[in-house]
């Protein structure tokens, strides 16, 4: 009887240390994966630092120009167009002022002449105020005159008027266009004032090429 007894207070006991032991077990492994999180959360990841580095770098912004630079720009460009227009109409009206056998077509060349040169000075006078710098180079305007000099007679004031007749249609055409792309009022009124003239070329050209072929 005390050995059963004795057994069963010892598979008791044994049950009771089992059972404490599972859950020592159990509680143990609970709170391990907290401790784990614990560690994860106090070191962050490699990633995750330099993320964090780049967010505290400041961000490297490359300046743009701006609108009063690209403004200045636009116009030396339009003023640099129109001055190279009126030195290669003017270096061919000189040379028609002498070798245009019409005398209407000299008068038409001396016309050509000064308004050019007029209107050069308003563009030389606005590139000063605006700092654009200006080149006198015309070596398409030579060519021209090159072409123009081998000519004589009816048939250079044919080639000169033909000539002025294409240049002051073209200019025309691209002018339009830098008045829609202007930003400065100064240009748009250049402009504005520069195309009724080279319009009357044009016009003036044709009448005389007509009144040649008649």
Same mark, same amino acid.
């Given at each position: 009887?005390?050995?059963?007894?004795?057994?069963?207070?010892?598979?008791?006991?044994?049950?009771?240390?089992?059972?404490? &032991? =599972?859950?020592?077990?159990? !509680?143990? +492994?609970?709170? *391990?994966?907290?401790? /784990?999180?614990?560690? %994860? &959360? =106090?070191?962050?990841?490699? !990633?995750? +630092?330099?993320? *964090?580095?780049?967010? /505290?770098?400041?961000? %490297?912004?490359?300046?743009?120009?701006?609108?009063?630079?690209?403004?200045?720009?636009?116009? /030396?460009?339009?003023?640099?167009?129109?001055?190279?227009?009126?030195?290669?109409?003017?270096?061919?009206?000189?040379? /028609?002022?002498?070798?245009?056998?019409?005398?209407?077509?000299?008068?038409?060349?001396?016309?050509?002449?000064?308004?050019?040169?007029?209107?050069?000075?308003?563009?030389?006078?606005?590139?000063?105020?605006?700092?654009?710098?200006?080149?006198?180079?015309?070596?398409?305007?030579?060519?021209?005159?090159?072409?123009?000099?081998?000519?004589?007679?009816?048939?250079?004031?044919?080639?000169?008027?033909?000539?002025?007749?294409?240049?002051?249609?073209?200019?025309?055409?691209?002018?339009?266009?830098?008045?829609?792309?202007?930003?400065?009022?100064?240009?748009?009124?250049?402009?504005?004032?520069?195309?009724?003239?080279?319009?009357?070329?044009?016009?003036?050209?044709?009448?005389?090429?007509?009144?040649?072929?008649?």
């Amino acid at each position: 009887m005390d050995t059963l007894q004795n057994h069963k207070g010892s598979r008791q006991f044994l049950i009771a240390a089992l059972v404490a &032991a =599972a859950l020592s077990g159990c !509680a143990t +492994s609970r709170e *391990q994966p907290p401790a /784990a999180n614990a560690n %994860v &959360a =106090a070191a962050p990841s490699a !990633a995750q +630092s330099i993320a *964090q580095e780049a967010k /505290a770098r400041p961000a %490297v912004t490359r300046a743009s120009p701006s609108p009063e630079a690209s403004s200045k720009k636009n116009t /030396a460009v339009i003023l640099a167009q129109i001055h190279q227009a009126n030195l290669k109409e003017i270096a061919i009206g000189k040379m /028609a002022e002498g070798k245009a056998s019409a005398s209407e077509v000299r008068a038409y060349a001396d016309q050509l002449v000064k308004d050019h040169m007029n209107v050069d000075h308003m563009v030389v006078a606005m590139a000063q105020k605006t700092g654009a710098h200006l080149h006198d180079s015309a070596a398409r305007g030579k060519l021209v005159e090159q072409k123009l000099n081998s000519a004589s007679g009816g048939g250079f004031d044919r080639s000169f008027l033909q000539r002025t007749s294409s240049d002051n249609e073209r200019l025309i055409r691209t002018l339009q266009q830098e008045r829609e792309d202007a930003s400065d009022d100064d240009i748009e009124a250049l402009i504005d004032n520069l195309i009724p003239i080279l319009e009357q070329h044009h016009d003036l050209a044709q009448i005389l090429m007509k009144k040649e072929q008649a």
